[in-house]
Protein backbone atom coordinates (compact mmCIF):
# COMPACT_ATOMS: atom_id res chain seq x y z
CA UNK A 1 0.00 0.00 0.00
CA UNK A 2 1.51 3.64 -0.81
CA UNK A 3 1.19 7.02 0.74
CA UNK A 4 1.70 9.53 -2.20
CA UNK A 5 3.43 12.04 -0.23
CA UNK A 6 4.86 10.37 2.48
CA UNK A 7 6.78 7.50 0.54
CA UNK A 8 8.16 10.24 -2.01
CA UNK A 9 9.57 12.58 0.87
CA UNK A 10 10.22 10.93 3.98
CA UNK A 11 9.68 6.84 3.59
CA UNK A 12 12.54 7.05 1.43
CA UNK A 13 15.17 8.82 4.08
CA UNK A 14 14.35 5.90 6.59
CA UNK A 15 17.94 4.12 6.19
CA UNK A 16 19.32 7.71 5.39
CA UNK A 17 22.19 8.89 8.04
CA UNK A 18 23.14 12.23 5.74
CA UNK A 19 22.48 14.83 7.75
CA UNK A 20 19.00 16.57 7.73
CA UNK A 21 18.16 19.34 9.91
CA UNK A 22 20.44 22.03 11.66
CA UNK A 23 18.98 24.18 14.75
CA UNK A 24 19.81 27.19 16.00
CA UNK A 25 21.51 25.29 19.02
CA UNK A 26 24.32 23.91 16.09
CA UNK A 27 22.89 20.41 16.63
CA UNK A 28 21.95 18.34 13.25
CA UNK A 29 19.62 15.38 12.81
CA UNK A 30 20.02 12.78 10.62
CA UNK A 31 17.37 12.03 7.62
CA UNK A 32 16.39 8.42 9.68
CA UNK A 33 16.62 10.12 12.78
CA UNK A 34 13.91 12.42 11.53
CA UNK A 35 11.56 9.74 10.22
CA UNK A 36 12.02 7.94 13.32
CA UNK A 37 11.27 11.39 14.86
CA UNK A 38 8.00 11.74 12.88
CA UNK A 39 6.71 8.03 13.09
CA UNK A 40 6.62 8.87 17.23
CA UNK A 41 4.74 11.54 16.26
CA UNK A 42 2.23 9.53 14.06
CA UNK A 43 2.09 7.27 17.16
CA UNK A 44 0.82 10.18 19.41
CA UNK A 45 -1.62 11.49 16.61
CA UNK A 46 -3.14 8.26 16.09
CA UNK A 47 -3.30 7.14 19.66
CA UNK A 48 -4.95 10.97 20.27
CA UNK A 49 -7.91 9.51 17.98
CA UNK A 50 -6.98 10.80 14.57
CA UNK A 51 -8.68 8.81 11.85
CA UNK A 52 -7.39 9.18 8.02
CA UNK A 53 -8.79 12.79 6.67
CA UNK A 54 -9.63 14.38 10.26
CA UNK A 55 -7.78 17.63 10.26
CA UNK A 56 -4.55 18.59 12.51
CA UNK A 57 -4.39 21.96 13.76
CA UNK A 58 -0.83 23.16 14.58
CA UNK A 59 -0.29 26.90 15.74
CA UNK A 60 3.23 26.39 17.00
CA UNK A 61 6.47 27.63 16.87
CA UNK A 62 9.28 26.80 14.57
CA UNK A 63 10.91 24.22 15.83
CA UNK A 64 11.97 20.66 15.09
CA UNK A 65 8.79 18.97 16.27
CA UNK A 66 6.86 21.02 14.31
CA UNK A 67 8.62 20.02 11.14
CA UNK A 68 7.79 16.66 11.84
CA UNK A 69 4.63 16.71 12.81
CA UNK A 70 3.65 17.96 9.16
CA UNK A 71 5.63 14.41 8.21
CA UNK A 72 3.64 12.35 11.05
CA UNK A 73 0.05 13.92 10.01
CA UNK A 74 0.88 12.70 6.38
CA UNK A 75 1.75 9.25 7.64
CA UNK A 76 -1.40 9.19 9.84
CA UNK A 77 -3.39 9.57 6.86
CA UNK A 78 -4.31 13.56 8.38
CA UNK A 79 -4.78 16.93 6.65
CA UNK A 80 -2.08 19.32 8.36
CA UNK A 81 -3.34 22.68 8.66
CA UNK A 82 -0.86 25.02 10.34
CA UNK A 83 -1.74 28.59 11.27
CA UNK A 84 0.36 31.47 11.80
CA UNK A 85 1.66 32.15 15.88
CA UNK A 86 0.48 35.49 15.11
CA UNK A 87 -3.17 35.19 14.61
CA UNK A 88 -5.08 36.07 17.73
CA UNK A 89 -7.92 33.80 19.60
CA UNK A 90 -10.94 35.74 17.74
CA UNK A 91 -8.97 34.67 14.31
CA UNK A 92 -8.28 31.38 15.90
CA UNK A 93 -12.15 30.91 16.76
CA UNK A 94 -12.92 31.15 12.72
CA UNK A 95 -10.71 28.66 11.62
CA UNK A 96 -11.28 26.14 14.24
CA UNK A 97 -14.93 25.97 13.65
CA UNK A 98 -14.75 26.00 9.84
CA UNK A 99 -12.32 23.26 9.88
CA UNK A 100 -13.51 21.17 12.40
CA UNK A 101 -10.14 19.11 13.47
CA UNK A 102 -9.93 16.53 15.57
CA UNK A 103 -6.92 17.73 17.42
CA UNK A 104 -5.13 20.99 17.89
CA UNK A 105 -1.38 21.30 18.64
CA UNK A 106 -0.19 25.02 20.06
CA UNK A 107 2.18 26.89 22.21
CA UNK A 108 1.72 26.13 25.79
CA UNK A 109 0.89 29.80 26.07
CA UNK A 110 -2.34 29.64 24.54
CA UNK A 111 -3.32 26.35 25.15
CA UNK A 112 -5.76 27.66 27.42
CA UNK A 113 -7.16 30.41 25.05
CA UNK A 114 -7.52 27.54 22.46
CA UNK A 115 -9.90 25.39 24.85
CA UNK A 116 -12.14 28.07 25.31
CA UNK A 117 -13.10 28.02 21.92
CA UNK A 118 -14.59 24.75 22.04
CA UNK A 119 -13.83 21.20 22.89
CA UNK A 120 -11.70 19.73 20.41
CA UNK A 121 -8.26 17.87 22.00
CA UNK A 122 -5.65 20.12 22.72
CA UNK A 123 -1.51 18.65 22.69
CA UNK A 124 0.97 21.58 23.15
CA UNK A 125 3.97 21.90 21.68
CA UNK A 126 6.63 24.80 23.02
CA UNK A 127 9.82 25.86 22.62
CA UNK A 128 12.66 23.60 23.60
CA UNK A 129 10.25 20.82 22.67
CA UNK A 130 8.74 21.13 25.84
CA UNK A 131 5.04 20.17 26.13
CA UNK A 132 2.80 17.36 25.86
CA UNK A 133 3.17 16.29 22.35
CA UNK A 134 6.67 16.50 22.70
CA UNK A 135 6.50 14.58 25.89
CA UNK A 136 4.26 11.64 24.61
CA UNK A 137 5.92 11.20 21.50
CA UNK A 138 9.33 10.52 23.22
CA UNK A 139 7.75 6.85 24.67
CA UNK A 140 6.59 6.30 21.36
CA UNK A 141 7.65 3.57 19.34
CA UNK A 142 9.75 4.58 16.39
CA UNK A 143 7.89 2.72 14.03
CA UNK A 144 4.65 3.08 12.40
CA UNK A 145 2.67 1.29 10.03
CA UNK A 146 2.30 4.30 7.12
CA UNK A 147 -1.38 4.85 6.35
CA UNK A 148 -2.35 4.30 2.51
CA UNK A 149 -3.47 7.75 0.80
CA UNK A 150 -3.44 8.47 -2.99
CA UNK A 151 -2.41 11.14 -5.02
CA UNK A 152 -6.29 12.74 -4.69
CA UNK A 153 -6.31 12.81 -0.93
CA UNK A 154 -6.31 16.02 1.00
CA UNK A 155 -2.57 16.39 2.59
CA UNK A 156 -3.20 20.04 3.89
CA UNK A 157 -5.31 22.64 4.47
CA UNK A 158 -4.28 26.28 4.43
CA UNK A 159 -6.42 28.97 5.05
CA UNK A 160 -5.76 32.20 2.81
CA UNK A 161 -7.53 35.19 3.50
CA UNK A 162 -10.58 36.30 1.22
CA UNK A 163 -11.75 39.48 -0.73
CA UNK A 164 -15.31 38.78 1.12
CA UNK A 165 -13.38 39.35 4.37
CA UNK A 166 -13.61 35.14 5.14
CA UNK A 167 -10.89 33.09 4.85
CA UNK A 168 -11.07 30.29 2.67
CA UNK A 169 -9.33 26.65 3.17
CA UNK A 170 -7.50 25.91 0.31
CA UNK A 171 -7.87 21.91 -0.19
CA UNK A 172 -4.48 20.50 -1.22
CA UNK A 173 -3.98 16.68 -2.09
CA UNK A 174 -0.64 14.77 -2.30
CA UNK A 175 -0.87 15.35 -6.00
CA UNK A 176 -0.48 18.79 -5.73
CA UNK A 177 2.04 18.67 -3.34
CA UNK A 178 4.41 16.26 -4.81
CA UNK A 179 3.98 17.05 -8.51
CA UNK A 180 5.12 21.00 -7.36
CA UNK A 181 7.65 19.86 -5.30
CA UNK A 182 9.35 17.34 -8.24
CA UNK A 183 9.11 20.22 -10.56
CA UNK A 184 10.83 22.97 -8.51
CA UNK A 185 13.61 20.44 -7.28
CA UNK A 186 13.65 19.75 -10.93
CA UNK A 187 13.99 23.08 -12.36
CA UNK A 188 16.12 24.27 -9.62
CA UNK A 189 18.59 21.68 -9.57
CA UNK A 190 18.34 20.66 -5.87
CA UNK A 191 20.38 17.14 -4.78
CA UNK A 192 21.65 15.91 -1.51
CA UNK A 193 24.45 18.39 -2.18
CA UNK A 194 22.39 21.53 -0.98
CA UNK A 195 22.50 23.29 2.30
CA UNK A 196 19.47 25.20 2.53
CA UNK A 197 19.24 28.32 4.84
CA UNK A 198 15.48 27.83 6.31
CA UNK A 199 14.40 31.28 7.94
CA UNK A 200 10.67 31.09 6.68
CA UNK A 201 8.09 30.35 8.83
CA UNK A 202 6.63 26.86 8.11
CA UNK A 203 2.89 27.99 8.28
CA UNK A 204 2.80 28.96 4.40
CA UNK A 205 2.90 27.26 1.42
CA UNK A 206 6.82 29.16 0.61
CA UNK A 207 8.49 27.69 3.99
CA UNK A 208 6.73 24.77 4.48
CA UNK A 209 6.05 23.55 0.52
CA UNK A 210 8.58 25.00 -1.67
CA UNK A 211 11.02 24.93 0.55
CA UNK A 212 10.59 21.86 2.91
CA UNK A 213 9.14 19.85 0.07
CA UNK A 214 12.33 20.49 -1.75
CA UNK A 215 14.59 20.09 0.58
CA UNK A 216 13.18 16.13 1.51
CA UNK A 217 12.61 15.32 -1.81
CA UNK A 218 16.18 16.08 -2.85
CA UNK A 219 17.69 14.83 0.70
CA UNK A 220 19.40 18.32 0.99
CA UNK A 221 20.52 19.62 4.19
CA UNK A 222 18.46 22.20 6.01
CA UNK A 223 19.67 24.90 8.59
CA UNK A 224 16.58 25.19 10.36
CA UNK A 225 16.59 28.72 12.04
CA UNK A 226 13.58 29.06 14.52
CA UNK A 227 13.19 33.00 12.97
CA UNK A 228 14.34 35.07 10.30
CA UNK A 229 17.58 37.12 11.47
CA UNK A 230 19.79 38.56 8.98
CA UNK A 231 23.09 38.53 10.83
CA UNK A 232 22.76 34.60 11.36
CA UNK A 233 22.08 34.01 7.64
CA UNK A 234 24.94 36.14 6.98
CA UNK A 235 27.16 33.82 8.96
CA UNK A 236 25.61 30.74 7.59
CA UNK A 237 25.94 31.76 4.07
CA UNK A 238 29.74 30.83 3.26
CA UNK A 239 28.50 26.92 4.29
CA UNK A 240 25.34 26.68 2.20
CA UNK A 241 24.40 26.54 -1.26
CA UNK A 242 20.98 28.00 -1.18
CA UNK A 243 18.35 30.74 -0.27
CA UNK A 244 14.96 30.68 -0.37
CA UNK A 245 13.12 34.38 0.96
CA UNK A 246 10.92 36.94 0.64
CA UNK A 247 11.85 40.57 -0.97
CA UNK A 248 12.10 41.69 2.40
CA UNK A 249 15.02 39.10 3.14
CA UNK A 250 16.74 40.59 0.86
CA UNK A 251 16.69 44.39 1.04
CA UNK A 252 17.43 43.16 4.60
CA UNK A 253 20.60 41.72 3.60
CA UNK A 254 21.68 44.15 1.50
CA UNK A 255 21.47 46.55 4.36
CA UNK A 256 24.50 44.69 6.11
CA UNK A 257 27.93 45.69 4.77
CA UNK A 258 29.44 42.16 5.35
CA UNK A 259 26.87 40.62 2.18
CA UNK A 260 29.88 40.41 -0.77
CA UNK A 261 30.47 38.23 -3.67
CA UNK A 262 33.11 36.58 -1.40
CA UNK A 263 30.48 35.91 1.90
CA UNK A 264 28.97 34.33 -0.95
CA UNK A 265 31.27 32.09 -3.16
CA UNK A 266 29.58 29.03 -2.03
CA UNK A 267 25.86 30.04 -2.90
CA UNK A 268 24.52 28.07 -5.95
CA UNK A 269 21.13 29.74 -5.52
CA UNK A 270 18.62 32.79 -4.24
CA UNK A 271 15.35 32.30 -4.60
CA UNK A 272 12.95 35.18 -3.55
CA UNK A 273 8.74 35.03 -4.04
CA UNK A 274 5.78 35.77 -1.81
CA UNK A 275 5.75 39.17 -3.05
CA UNK A 276 7.69 41.53 -6.19
CA UNK A 277 10.22 41.90 -6.01
CA UNK A 278 11.25 45.40 -6.63
CA UNK A 279 14.12 45.51 -9.86
CA UNK A 280 16.16 47.77 -7.50
CA UNK A 281 16.53 45.16 -4.66
CA UNK A 282 17.57 42.20 -7.81
CA UNK A 283 20.13 44.75 -9.72
CA UNK A 284 21.63 45.91 -5.85
CA UNK A 285 21.96 42.41 -4.99
CA UNK A 286 23.98 41.18 -8.40
CA UNK A 287 25.93 44.69 -7.85
CA UNK A 288 26.99 43.02 -4.46
CA UNK A 289 27.14 39.52 -5.01
CA UNK A 290 27.56 38.98 -8.24
CA UNK A 291 24.15 36.64 -8.04
CA UNK A 292 20.95 37.44 -9.87
CA UNK A 293 17.97 36.73 -7.68
CA UNK A 294 15.49 33.84 -9.42
CA UNK A 295 12.44 35.10 -8.65
CA UNK A 296 9.18 32.70 -8.92
CA UNK A 297 5.40 33.45 -8.41
CA UNK A 298 3.00 31.60 -6.83
CA UNK A 299 -0.49 30.97 -4.46
CA UNK A 300 -1.73 28.76 -1.85
CA UNK A 301 -4.39 27.67 -4.23
CA UNK A 302 -1.95 26.92 -6.60
CA UNK A 303 1.65 26.18 -5.46
CA UNK A 304 3.95 27.48 -7.55
CA UNK A 305 2.89 28.36 -11.36
CA UNK A 306 5.82 30.34 -12.61
CA UNK A 307 9.72 30.58 -12.33
CA UNK A 308 12.47 32.12 -13.91
CA UNK A 309 14.67 29.94 -15.67
CA UNK A 310 17.91 28.54 -13.19
CA UNK A 311 20.13 28.42 -16.82
CA UNK A 312 19.60 31.49 -18.62
CA UNK A 313 18.31 35.08 -18.60
CA UNK A 314 16.66 35.65 -15.11
CA UNK A 315 15.24 39.11 -15.66
CA UNK A 316 14.21 41.28 -12.96
CA UNK A 317 10.75 42.47 -12.72
CA UNK A 318 9.57 39.20 -14.18
CA UNK A 319 8.52 35.85 -12.57
CA UNK A 320 9.73 33.53 -15.65
CA UNK A 321 7.86 30.97 -17.32
CA UNK A 322 5.09 28.86 -16.51
CA UNK A 323 6.39 25.47 -14.79
CA UNK A 324 6.59 21.99 -16.32
CA UNK A 325 3.10 20.54 -16.26
CA UNK A 326 2.08 23.93 -15.32
CA UNK A 327 -0.40 25.75 -18.03
CA UNK A 328 -0.95 30.37 -17.61
CA UNK A 329 -3.00 31.57 -19.55
CA UNK A 330 -3.84 35.71 -19.64
CA UNK A 331 -7.39 36.06 -20.21
CA UNK A 332 -9.90 38.90 -20.79
CA UNK A 333 -13.38 37.42 -19.27
CA UNK A 334 -11.68 34.11 -19.39
CA UNK A 335 -10.56 34.48 -22.99
CA UNK A 336 -6.73 34.78 -23.60
CA UNK A 337 -5.62 37.69 -24.87
CA UNK A 338 -2.13 38.39 -27.46
CA UNK A 339 0.87 38.16 -26.25
CA UNK A 340 1.92 41.47 -24.69
CA UNK A 341 -1.45 42.28 -23.66
CA UNK A 342 -2.47 42.38 -19.75
CA UNK A 343 -5.30 40.32 -18.53
CA UNK A 344 -5.90 37.87 -15.28
CA UNK A 345 -3.04 34.92 -14.86
CA UNK A 346 -4.90 31.48 -14.78
CA UNK A 347 -3.69 28.52 -14.17
CA UNK A 348 -4.23 25.09 -14.75
CA UNK A 349 -1.81 21.44 -13.54
CA UNK A 350 -1.24 19.18 -10.88
CA UNK A 351 -0.32 22.17 -8.63
CA UNK A 352 -3.76 23.64 -8.64
CA UNK A 353 -5.90 22.62 -5.35
CA UNK A 354 -8.74 20.84 -4.73
CA UNK A 355 -11.51 23.89 -3.97
CA UNK A 356 -12.14 25.35 -0.31
CA UNK A 357 -12.84 23.68 2.20
CA UNK A 358 -17.00 23.86 2.80
CA UNK A 359 -17.25 26.44 0.29
CA UNK A 360 -18.65 25.54 -3.08
CA UNK A 361 -19.72 28.67 -4.51
CA UNK A 362 -16.58 30.55 -3.81
CA UNK A 363 -14.66 27.22 -5.31
CA UNK A 364 -17.16 27.61 -8.20
CA UNK A 365 -16.08 31.45 -8.89
CA UNK A 366 -12.09 30.86 -9.04
CA UNK A 367 -11.83 27.16 -10.42
CA UNK A 368 -13.24 27.09 -13.66
CA UNK A 369 -14.77 23.67 -14.76
CA UNK A 370 -11.94 23.39 -17.06
CA UNK A 371 -9.85 22.93 -14.30
CA UNK A 372 -8.08 26.66 -14.93
CA UNK A 373 -7.96 29.17 -11.83
CA UNK A 374 -8.25 32.80 -11.65
CA UNK A 375 -5.80 33.92 -9.55
CA UNK A 376 -6.96 37.36 -8.87
CA UNK A 377 -3.18 38.38 -10.56
CA UNK A 378 -2.83 41.35 -13.36
CA UNK A 379 -0.27 39.59 -15.82
CA UNK A 380 1.65 40.28 -19.64
CA UNK A 381 3.30 36.96 -21.30
CA UNK A 382 5.89 38.29 -23.84
CA UNK A 383 6.46 35.90 -27.34
CA UNK A 384 8.75 33.32 -25.20
CA UNK A 385 6.05 33.08 -22.96
CA UNK A 386 7.59 35.09 -20.15
CA UNK A 387 5.63 36.18 -17.37
CA UNK A 388 5.41 39.73 -15.48
CA UNK A 389 2.84 40.39 -12.76
CA UNK A 390 1.64 44.07 -13.38
CA UNK A 391 -0.75 44.54 -10.41
CA UNK A 392 -3.69 42.63 -8.70
CA UNK A 393 -7.73 42.50 -9.76
CA UNK A 394 -7.99 41.62 -5.92
CA UNK A 395 -8.12 43.84 -3.11
CA UNK A 396 -4.63 42.57 -1.44
CA UNK A 397 -1.99 44.10 0.59
CA UNK A 398 1.66 42.22 1.00
CA UNK A 399 3.48 43.28 3.93
CA UNK A 400 6.39 41.29 3.91
CA UNK A 401 5.04 38.19 2.51
CA UNK A 402 2.37 38.35 4.52
CA UNK A 403 -1.21 38.55 2.80
CA UNK A 404 -3.22 41.10 4.48
CA UNK A 405 -7.19 41.76 2.77
CA UNK A 406 -8.10 44.77 3.51
CA UNK A 407 -11.74 44.05 3.55
CA UNK A 408 -10.97 41.64 7.06
CA UNK A 409 -10.01 44.98 8.33
CA UNK A 410 -13.00 47.37 6.91
CA UNK A 411 -15.13 45.11 8.57
CA UNK A 412 -13.69 45.15 12.27
CA UNK A 413 -13.45 49.03 11.78
CA UNK A 414 -16.50 49.30 10.36
CA UNK A 415 -18.09 47.40 13.67
CA UNK A 416 -16.45 50.20 15.98
CA UNK A 417 -19.32 52.33 16.99
CA UNK A 418 -18.78 55.90 15.61
CA UNK A 419 -17.03 54.80 12.55
CA UNK A 420 -19.29 55.67 9.14
CA UNK A 421 -17.05 54.05 7.29
CA UNK A 422 -13.71 52.85 6.41
CA UNK A 423 -10.90 52.32 3.31
CA UNK A 424 -7.43 50.17 4.12
CA UNK A 425 -5.25 50.45 1.52
CA UNK A 426 -1.46 49.81 1.24
CA UNK A 427 1.23 52.44 0.64
CA UNK A 428 5.27 51.59 -0.46
CA UNK A 429 7.51 50.69 2.84
CA UNK A 430 11.37 50.44 2.49
CA UNK A 431 11.29 47.14 4.84
CA UNK A 432 7.87 45.36 3.67
CA UNK A 433 7.09 46.25 0.71
CA UNK A 434 3.96 47.22 1.39
CA UNK A 435 2.16 48.72 4.64
CA UNK A 436 -1.25 49.05 5.60
CA UNK A 437 -2.81 52.43 5.98
CA UNK A 438 -6.99 53.27 7.27
CA UNK A 439 -9.00 56.10 6.28
CA UNK A 440 -11.78 56.93 8.55
CA UNK A 441 -15.18 58.83 8.18
CA UNK A 442 -16.33 59.75 11.87
CA UNK A 443 -20.22 59.77 12.58
CA UNK A 444 -19.14 60.43 16.34
CA UNK A 445 -16.10 63.60 16.33
CA UNK A 446 -15.41 62.67 19.97
CA UNK A 447 -14.18 59.33 18.36
CA UNK A 448 -10.37 59.37 18.39
CA UNK A 449 -7.66 57.23 16.30
CA UNK A 450 -6.50 55.65 19.19
CA UNK A 451 -9.71 54.78 20.56
CA UNK A 452 -10.36 53.32 17.17
CA UNK A 453 -6.78 51.11 17.52
CA UNK A 454 -7.99 50.10 20.64
CA UNK A 455 -11.38 48.16 20.04
CA UNK A 456 -9.72 46.85 16.39
CA UNK A 457 -6.65 45.85 17.18
CA UNK A 458 -6.74 42.69 19.74
CA UNK A 459 -9.06 41.01 17.21
CA UNK A 460 -6.39 41.13 14.57
CA UNK A 461 -2.72 39.72 14.29
CA UNK A 462 -0.35 42.26 14.69
CA UNK A 463 1.40 42.08 10.93
CA UNK A 464 -2.62 42.99 9.74
CA UNK A 465 -2.47 46.61 12.24
CA UNK A 466 -2.79 49.52 9.84
CA UNK A 467 0.17 51.48 10.73
CA UNK A 468 -1.11 54.58 10.35
CA UNK A 469 -5.44 55.77 10.76
CA UNK A 470 -6.65 58.81 8.71
CA UNK A 471 -10.14 61.16 9.43
CA UNK A 472 -11.45 62.15 6.74
CA UNK A 473 -14.58 63.96 5.87
CA UNK A 474 -15.52 61.29 3.26
CA UNK A 475 -13.80 58.62 1.39
CA UNK A 476 -13.17 59.39 -2.22
CA UNK A 477 -15.40 57.41 -4.75
CA UNK A 478 -15.86 57.20 -8.46
CA UNK A 479 -19.39 57.75 -10.33
CA UNK A 480 -20.05 54.27 -9.79
CA UNK A 481 -20.16 54.78 -5.68
CA UNK A 482 -16.68 52.49 -5.65
CA UNK A 483 -14.06 54.24 -2.99
CA UNK A 484 -11.00 54.88 -5.32
CA UNK A 485 -7.83 53.20 -3.25
CA UNK A 486 -5.69 54.65 -5.50
CA UNK A 487 -6.76 58.35 -4.60
CA UNK A 488 -6.20 57.63 -1.44
CA UNK A 489 -3.10 56.11 -1.79
CA UNK A 490 -1.57 58.88 -3.94
CA UNK A 491 -2.46 61.90 -1.11
CA UNK A 492 -1.40 59.64 2.02
CA UNK A 493 2.18 57.57 0.68
C1 LIG B 1 6.53 41.41 11.29
N1 LIG B 1 5.78 42.51 11.43
C2 LIG B 1 5.14 42.74 10.29
C3 LIG B 1 5.53 41.70 9.44
N2 LIG B 1 6.38 40.89 10.08
N3 LIG B 1 4.31 43.72 9.92
C4 LIG B 1 3.82 43.66 8.68
N4 LIG B 1 4.15 42.68 7.82
C5 LIG B 1 5.00 41.70 8.17
N5 LIG B 1 5.30 40.72 7.32
C6 LIG B 1 5.65 43.40 12.57
C7 LIG B 1 5.99 42.78 13.89
O1 LIG B 1 4.81 42.30 14.49
C8 LIG B 1 6.61 43.93 14.65
O2 LIG B 1 5.60 44.70 15.17
C9 LIG B 1 7.27 44.77 13.59
O3 LIG B 1 6.58 44.43 12.37
C10 LIG B 1 8.73 44.54 13.41
O4 LIG B 1 8.97 43.15 13.39
P1 LIG B 1 10.34 42.56 12.92
O5 LIG B 1 11.05 41.99 14.08
O6 LIG B 1 11.06 43.52 12.05
O7 LIG B 1 9.80 41.41 12.00
P2 LIG B 1 10.43 40.05 11.76
O8 LIG B 1 10.07 39.14 12.87
O9 LIG B 1 11.87 40.23 11.43
O10 LIG B 1 9.61 39.56 10.49
C11 LIG B 1 9.79 40.11 9.23
C12 LIG B 1 9.80 38.96 8.23
C13 LIG B 1 8.52 38.12 8.44
C14 LIG B 1 11.02 38.09 8.46
C15 LIG B 1 9.85 39.53 6.82
O11 LIG B 1 7.39 38.95 8.27
C16 LIG B 1 8.46 36.93 7.57
O12 LIG B 1 9.02 35.88 7.87
N6 LIG B 1 7.75 37.01 6.43
C17 LIG B 1 7.60 35.88 5.52
C18 LIG B 1 6.16 35.59 5.31
C19 LIG B 1 5.97 34.36 4.41
O13 LIG B 1 6.54 33.31 4.63
N7 LIG B 1 5.13 34.50 3.41
C20 LIG B 1 4.88 33.42 2.46
C21 LIG B 1 3.39 33.26 2.27
P3 LIG B 1 5.81 45.59 16.48
O14 LIG B 1 7.28 45.70 16.73
O15 LIG B 1 5.20 46.88 16.11
O16 LIG B 1 5.09 44.82 17.52
S1 LIG B 1 3.11 31.97 1.04
C22 LIG B 1 2.77 32.90 -0.32
O17 LIG B 1 2.63 34.08 -0.24
C23 LIG B 1 2.71 32.31 -1.71
C24 LIG B 1 2.19 30.94 -1.79
C25 LIG B 1 4.10 32.35 -2.31
O18 LIG B 1 4.18 32.69 -3.50
O19 LIG B 1 5.06 32.06 -1.59
P1 LIG C 1 -1.09 33.79 -0.87
O1 LIG C 1 -2.53 34.13 -0.97
O2 LIG C 1 -0.49 34.00 0.46
O3 LIG C 1 -0.87 32.47 -1.40
O4 LIG C 1 -0.33 34.84 -1.79
C1 LIG C 1 -0.36 34.71 -3.18
C2 LIG C 1 -0.18 36.04 -3.81
O5 LIG C 1 1.12 36.53 -3.56
C3 LIG C 1 -0.29 35.97 -5.32
O6 LIG C 1 -1.62 35.94 -5.78
C4 LIG C 1 0.46 37.21 -5.74
O7 LIG C 1 -0.38 38.34 -5.68
C5 LIG C 1 1.54 37.31 -4.67
N1 LIG C 1 2.85 36.83 -5.15
C6 LIG C 1 3.46 35.64 -4.95
N2 LIG C 1 4.66 35.61 -5.54
C7 LIG C 1 4.81 36.81 -6.15
C8 LIG C 1 5.83 37.41 -6.93
N3 LIG C 1 6.97 36.78 -7.21
N4 LIG C 1 5.62 38.66 -7.40
C9 LIG C 1 4.48 39.31 -7.14
N5 LIG C 1 3.49 38.81 -6.40
C10 LIG C 1 3.65 37.58 -5.90
Known amino acids: MTNTLFDALFARHAQNDAPFLTLDDGSTLSYAGFIRRVAQLANVIASAGVSPGDRIVVQAPKLLDTIALY ?17 TQNELTY ?18 EIRMIGDTPVLTLSA ?5 LSQAADGQSEQFETVPRGTEDLAALLYTSGTTGRSKGAMLSHKNLLSNAQSLTELWQITDQDRLIHAL ?3 HTHGLFVAMNTALLAGAQVRFMSAFD ?16 VPTFY ?7 RLTKDLTANMRLFVSGSAPLLAETHVAFEARTGRRILERYGMTETNMITSNPYDGGRVAGTVGFALPGTEVLITDNGAPVADGEIGMIETRGDNVFQGYWNMPEK ?7 NGFFITGDLGVKDT ?7 GREKDLIIAGGYNIYPKELEDVINDVDGVLESAVFGVPHPDFGESVLAAVVLEDPELTVEGIAEIVEPHLARFKHPRRYIVLDALPRNTMGKVQKNVLRAEHV
Open 71 to 87: GAAVQAGAVYLPLNTAY
Open 95 to 112: FIEDASPALIVCDARSEA
Open 128 to 132: NESGT
Open 201 to 203: PIF
Open 230 to 245: AGAIIEELPRSTLLMG
Open 251 to 257: TRLLADP
Open 363 to 369: TAEELRE
Open 384 to 390: EGRVSIV
